[in-house]
């Protein structure tokens, strides 16, 4: 398959071609959630925007593996259970199995290996021991490995920071670890605590560092120079800094591309949880369904910040209603089920995705379809209406907005009797006793939608 893809490379800060590792199969590490909370809408764009990539490269003719960690030991899971009065370990499986469940939400296809931190220990272990021995990591007795930032020359190439001002900013902080050899230098391994979890180790029993989990994993999972190493951009630094320094450091070429999803702003400003505007995930998908967020997300390019609120989502919301209606007018229609889909909308579509992901042009071409295939049926010419139904349902799925069948129930036999005998009766004018079935149907859960070829129900 010739190179047609290009992306934005967060190492190179530029537009390159998507050349795999191995011809024809992609390679994909994005860093997963520490489970130590309910999952937030910035969790759910960054798991929508990877989806999306996986799923079009896929869709694309390309055979894709897929890695995404769960982070299961780290300072924050600790404290929370220390608070609860739990163990870590109950404290990240609850928040895991909250994150599945607002993936499933999502349609957010499971990860091919979803690597478990704390099932790692001894990988991590070994590629310290290398640093160690290249003399990129040294230990404090009681205290840990530390890695040695400046003895490694590419520190900063991911993130664009300078050492000389990394160590400036550093030096002006109050806090200084005076043992460490760099205020910089970061911990590969942590020394064990009274009361913390902890693993036996060369260095004395202690935990691993979170930057030393994923860079161990994915090299395990996708081996050395694995295609594209993706997340969230406030990841950038310095985790993926870290995790880059790490690998490179002990003589494994890391990641040939870097993607970084942008961030969540709700109401102007950035979300976070000490400016109060901070929303689950779970909220936002009971109140307008997990396809909304997900298209509420594709509408903005993945690496803009996007404003996430209620308005938008709801905006989104109408326009996956717009697919479903189409869906069932289709159904209604007797539409062909079988029509080859629309050529130049394809070509369309793929040319905005094959630009960096372009998702907002590409959504643009699925609405598009939406549209000529509903004049399409309103002019009865089912052939072009059949054409641009299948392209619509075909590339919305490539972007895994999944279409819902109609569901019309035990009851629908006695549903399309009143609606018949509804239509009879707006026919001769009764239109008070058109709005009486109307209002029973709608106490039964029954939406109506009247159109040029009739009436139409769903639930
Ligand atoms: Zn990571």
Request: include cysteine; proline fraction near 4%.
């Amino acid at each position: 398959m010739t190179v047609r893809i290009r992306l934005h490379d967060t190492l190179l800060g530029r537009r390159v071609n998507l050349s795999p590792r191995v011809p024809g199969s992609v390679s994909i590490y994005v860093c997963g959630p520490t489970v130590y909370d309910a999952p937030h809408l910035g969790h759910g764009r960054t798991a929508v925007v990877f989806d999306s990539i996986r799923r079009y490269l896929t869709w694309s003719g390309l055979s894709v593996m897929f890695v995404s960690n769960i982070t299961d030991i780290e300072d924050k899971i600790i404290g929370r259970a220390a608070r609860e009065g739990l163990t870590e370990s109950e404290v990240a499986r609850t928040y895991e199995d909250a994150y599945w469940f607002e993936m499933d939400r999502l349609d957010v296809l499971r990860p091919d290996e979803t690597p478990h931190a704390t099932q790692y220990i001894s990988e991590m272990l070994e590629l310290i021991a290398e640093l160690i021995e290249k003399d990129h990591a040294y230990v404090i007795e009681g205290q840990g490995v530390y890695f040695d930032v400046p003895s490694y020359d590419g520190y900063g190439e991911l993130s664009n920071r300078k050492l000389e001002d990394l160590l400036e900013g550093a030096g002006s902080r109050v806090e200084i670890d005076t043992a460490k050899k760099s205020p910089v230098d970061f911990a590969l391994w942590k020394a064990a605590k009274p009361g913390e979890p902890d693993w036996e180790s060369p260095w004395g029993r202690g935990r691993p560092g979170w930057h030393i989990e994923c860079t161990a994993m994915s090299l395990l999972l996708l081996g050395e120079a694995f295609d594209i190493h993706g997340g969230g951009d406030d990841l950038t630094f310095p985790h993926h800094e870290n995790e880059r320094a790490q690998a490179e450091a002990a003589g494994h070429p890391f990641a040939r591309h870097w993607i970084h999803s942008g961030m969540v702003m709700v109401g102007g400003e950035k979300m976070s949880k000490s400016l109060g505007n901070f929303t689950t995930l779970g909220e936002a998908i009971d109140a307008h369904g997990g396809r909304a967020v997900r298209v509420a997300v594709l509408q903005t390019h993945y690496r803009a910040q996007t404003e996430l609120g209620p308005l938008e989502i709801e905006a989104a919301g109408k326009a996956v209603e717009r697919l479903d209606a189409l869906a069932r007018r289709a159904s209604a229609n007797d539409l062909p089920e079988d029509c080859a889909t629309d050529t130049a909308s394809v070509n369309t579509f793929s040319a905005a995705m094959d630009d960096d992901f372009g998702t907002p042009a590409a959504l643009a071409v699925v609405f598009d379809a939406i549209s000529t295939a509903n004049s399409a049926i309103d002019a009865g010419d089912l052939f072009t209406a059949g054409t641009f139904a299948a392209t619509a349902f075909e590339l919305a799925a490539a972007l895994g907005v999944i279409v819902k069948t109609p569901e019309r129930g035990d009851d629908a036999d006695e549903i399309d009797a009143l609606v018949l005998k509804r239509e009879e009766a707006r026919a001769s004018r009764d239109f008070a006793g058109a709005d009486r079935i109307r209002d029973e149907l709608a106490q039964r859960g029954v939406v109506l939608e009247d159109g040029p070829s009739g009436t139409q129900w769903h639930r």
